[in-house]
Every structure is written in structure tokens, then in C-alpha cells.
């Protein structure tokens, strides 16, 4: 069965490093997204993107990040300089045609900012 | 806004008991959902409930949707230990808003 794959599983960065986040969303769907969920919170919505440019995005999605769809394959989310507050599990997800399509969660990767 | 609201946050609860969580929206929405976290893991979807009445079974766990009262519920039936885990209402026409969730801490 298909499936959202993410790497890395984990990172470790210091404060104020630039991390690039890598999602393969499953190959035939259009509309791609990441949440974050801080540790024991809840999840949160960052952004969604479709036919190559932002389509939504939230508050805490500020000029610090940025996302790409640098080939057909691979869609990244960038933070440019991170804060100890950027420490979260960070989750893609894509769905198919429609924006009300299901969407599928990749499994996260776990950042940790020291 | 959407807002999903849960409650309880917290469900601690033999095993063999029925328990329900409840969930509450402001707006309404195309679609709501019911996802399953365990601890560190990703988020399992566990129904999509997408009109009013309608009502999912999936083993021991039954999802419902009242779209003019904005609820739905996660009815747990004879709960076993498995089922430990967090449990996530959202909702969302394409970004989905998620409630705060419900940890489920079953007990042997």
C-alpha cells in the first residue's frame, strides 16, 4: 500500500542552524501539507500546497519557513534559522485530486532545537 | 475558524467498560475525522464521517456524526487494554484543525 515516507526520523540542530525537512508524498496525489505537534500538545496546521505554490497557511508559519517541491518527488519544508521553540514532531501529509480527498500522514520526524 | 473542542482529556477506565468521547465543532465542516496516536508514532485515521447520521464501526470502537448539534462521538465498547492511546477529533474542508485529543489510559 502506499504511504508518506519522511526523513529524517529524527534531527538534532542547534538554535539558529537551517534544517530542511523531507517528505515523499504517495505519487499520484496533487495536495500536500505539514502540521507540526509540539510534545503532549495537539496537532497543528502549517501549510498546504498545490500545483507548486502555497495554497494556505497558518500564523505560526512565518518568514522562517518555507516549502518546496524540488523535483516530482520530494516536497521539503526549510526553517531557516531554528528556535528552541521549533522543537516538535513535524508531519506530512498529501492527498489525491480533490482538496477533500483523505489525507495520508507521513510518520514524522522528531526536531529537537539545543 | 474551525475550533474542535474534546472532552474528556484525559480517560482513565477499566478494562471492559463502554466510555465515549465527545466532540464538539464550531463551523461546520465537509468532513470530520477520528485519528489514533500512540505515544511518539504518527497519526492513524481511524474513521471520516461525512454527513449527518452517519455512523462507523471499526472492532470495538464506533464513531457518529450529528452535524445540526456540531458533536461527534467515539464510543468504546468492552475496552481492552490495545486501545491504550491518544484519540484525535478534527475537522476541515482541506486544512484539518485537530481537537486537543483524548488520552486513553486503559487499565488491566
Known amino acids: 500500500e502506499p504511504e508518506v515516507t519522511q526523513t529524517p526520523s529524527h534531527q538534532v540542530t542547534q538554535m539558529g542552524q537551517e534544517v530542511i525537512l523531507r517528505c515523499v508524498p504517495i505519487s499520484n496525489h496533487l495536495y500536500f501539507y505539514w502540521y507540526r505537534q509540539i510534545l503532549g500538545q495537539k496537532v497543528e496546521f502549517l501549510v498546504s500546497f498545490y500545483n507548486n505554490e502555497i495554497s494556505e497557511k497558518s500564523e505560526i508559519f512565518d518568514d522562517q519557513f518555507s516549502v518546496e517541491r524540488p523535483d516530482g518527488s520530494n516536497f521539503t519544508l526549510k526553517i531557516r534559522s531554528t528556535k528552541l521553540e521549533d522543537s516538535a514532531m513535524y508531519f506530512c501529509?498529501?492527498?489525491?485530486?480533490?482538496?477533500?480527498?483523505?489525507?495520508?500522514f507521513g510518520p514524522g520526524t522528531r526536531l529537537t532545537v539545543t | 475558524e474551525l475550533k474542535v473542542e474534546q472532552n474528556p482529556l484525559f480517560l482513565s477506565m477499566q478494562e471492559g467498560k463502554n466510555y465515549t468521547i465527545y466532540c464538539n465543532y464550531s463551523?461546520?465542516?465537509?468532513?470530520l475525522y477520528w485519528y489514533r496516536q500512540d505515544p511518539g508514532k504518527s497519526l492513524e485515521s481511524l474513521f471520516v464521517l461525512l454527513s449527518n447520521g452517519a455512523v462507523k464501526q471499526e472492532g470495538r470502537l464506533m464513531a457518529s456524526l450529528d452535524t445540526k448539534a456540531r458533536l461527534s462521538t467515539l464510543h468504546i465498547t468492552a475496552a481492552v487494554h490495545d486501545l491504550s492511546a491518544t484519540y484525535f477529533c478534527?475537522?476541515?474542508?482541506?486544512?484539518?484543525?485537530f481537537g486537543k485529543g483524548t488520552r486513553l489510559h486503559i487499565l488491566p
Open positions: 501529509a498529501s492527498s489525491e485530486a480533490s482538496r477533500l480527498n483523505e489525507q495520508y
Open positions: 463551523t461546520t465542516s465537509d468532513r
Open positions: 478534527a475537522g476541515g474542508d482541506d486544512k484539518i484543525i
